[in-house]
């Protein structure tokens, strides 16, 4: 959500508490070398980026749909080539989170507390193909910040996965960022 200045709010609580075993379990404890709080809070950052990337996958295949203008047919395809890559890219983010002991979210509502892109509703009607780059660009960008933070976290921890699975999103959404920018230059 767009963070304003009249509508402050606690920072939003992105993990559920760590998947315990359920009593008479025979699952053993997670050991692999991360102390719970690094998991916890490197499982924090992505789950947040988790809302953003679902966010700005979201909005690109609307703008697929609903784009119109000159442009319709190369950026209709644009869009495609990006919500294609970004749907396959949730997967791994969210059984990475999996994999750190905690749950993913999953809905909307909590997509919505934690993403840090607005969703601007209503777009679709005033179909204006610069506003939709100029969003995506911004989108784009957005999603960047969340991954590099989340890097630095995982970095700290000496979370290697989670460190490279952040830098190859940052070279995606940075290019993707950059060709979107383009097209407005
Ligand atoms: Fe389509």
């Not at 009249?6 to 053993?28: L, N, T």
């Not at 000159?70 to 989170?97: C, G, K």
């Not at 999953?106 to 780059?133: H, K, Q």
């Not at 960008?141 to 979370?159: F, H, N, Q, S, Y």
Request: charged share 25%; proline share 5%.
């Amino acid at each position: 959500m767009a963070k304003t200045k009249s509508a402050k709010k606690a920072p939003a609580k992105a993990v559920k508490p760590a998947a315990s075993p359920a009593p008479g379990s025979s699952a053993p404890a997670i050991d692999i070398g991360i102390a719970t709080g690094d998991r916890k809070k490197i499982a924090d950052g992505l789950s947040h980026f988790l809302a953003d990337a679902y966010t700005l996958y979201l909005k690109t295949h609307n703008f697929h749909w609903n784009v119109t203008g000159p442009m319709f047919n190369a950026l209709h395809v644009m869009f495609e080539d990006q919500y294609n890559e970004q749907w396959t890219a949730l997967d791994e983010i969210a059984e990475r989170i999996r994999a750190l002991g905690f749950n993913a979210p999953g809905s909307y509502a909590e997509f919505t507390r934690l993403s840090s892109i607005a969703e601007e509703p209503g777009l679709s009607d005033a179909a204006d193909w610069r506003e939709m780059v100029r969003q995506l660009t911004v989108g784009n960008e957005a999603v960047c910040r969340t991954a590099r933070k989340t890097l630095k976290t995982a970095e700290a921890a000496g979370d290697d996965p989670t460190v490279d699975l952040m830098t190859q999103r940052l070279q995606v959404h940075e290019k993707t960022a950059w060709m979107l920018r383009s097209l407005l230059q």
